[in-house]
């Protein structure tokens, strides 16, 4: 069972950058880590992904650890929509499925 | 852009009855995949299909079973329908071998959602 380590909720302000830490350390060297956030009453969304290197989106940036056993999403300028919870995930990729855990809530407060 | 859609969005049964979730796919995904969400739940996955064949198995009830057809969308069957089935259902689809620059690497997109409640 992939098993990551999120805290259950953090606050945040509005226009501030936010750090969602996970850590993964059971995670295999052909694993990917992948974030993923859950809006009130919507499907899963995906966020990003990263193998090894650091990762920059339109959406997040991804920091990973070089031993790859904790990672951090970064949330350059928080807004109220990016309220939701987020999930960390580790995939072997391919058509496995993916094991949410207990994410992070994330309230941003305006 | 397109994205995964799921037929019905609600969808009520009584005990006992069946129950069938269709899901299209993002065109050119060939990986679907399916989700339970029980209320108050974290989403469990439950089954995913790539190029027709089924290639991953989690939590899927013996009661329940999925298809891929030739046109990729897919559909999850549910029998003897129980008050704890219900939930909502996503479902996702990925470009598998098609992804770019990593195939493979999983990153799933999920549709809206149905709603299943059990009468």
């Known amino acids: 069972d992939a098993k990551t380590t999120q805290p259950n909720s953090m606050e945040s302000n509005e226009e501030e950058p936010v750090h969602l830490p996970c850590n993964h350390s059971?995670?295999?060297?052909?694993?990917?880590i992948h974030w993923y956030r859950q809006l009130p009453s919507q499907g899963p969304e995906y966020v990003i992904h990263g193998l090894t290197s650091n990762v920059n989106n339109r959406m997040a940036s991804l920091a990973i650890a070089e031993d790859r056993k904790s990672s951090t999403l970064i949330l350059h300028r928080a807004t109220l929509r990016d309220a939701a919870v987020y999930y960390c995930i580790f995939s072997g990729g391919g058509a496995d499925g993916l094991t949410f855990g207990k994410g992070t809530h994330l309230i941003i407060q305006p | 852009a397109a994205g995964v859609i799921q037929s019905p969005r609600h969808l009520i049964k009584e005990k006992r009855e069946t129950a069938t979730l269709k899901c299209y796919p993002i065109?050119?995904?060939?990986?679907v995949y399916w989700y339970q969400q029980g209320p108050g739940q974290d989403p469990q996955f439950l089954i995913s299909?790539?190029?027709?064949?089924?290639?991953d198995k989690g939590s899927i009830p013996d009661r329940f079973s999925a298809q891929q057809f030739s046109d990729y969308h897919s559909e999850l069957n549910m029998s003897s329908l129980e008050l704890g089935d219900s939930a909502l259902y996503f479902c996702a689809s990925s470009p598998g071998l098609a992804g770019v620059p990593e195939p493979h690497s999983n990153e799933q997109f999920f549709g809206p959602g149905t709603r299943l409640t059990v009468l």
């Open positions: 065109p050119r995904h060939d990986t």
């Open positions: 299909f790539y190029e027709k064949m089924q290639s």
């Open positions: 059971t995670i295999s060297g052909t694993d990917y």
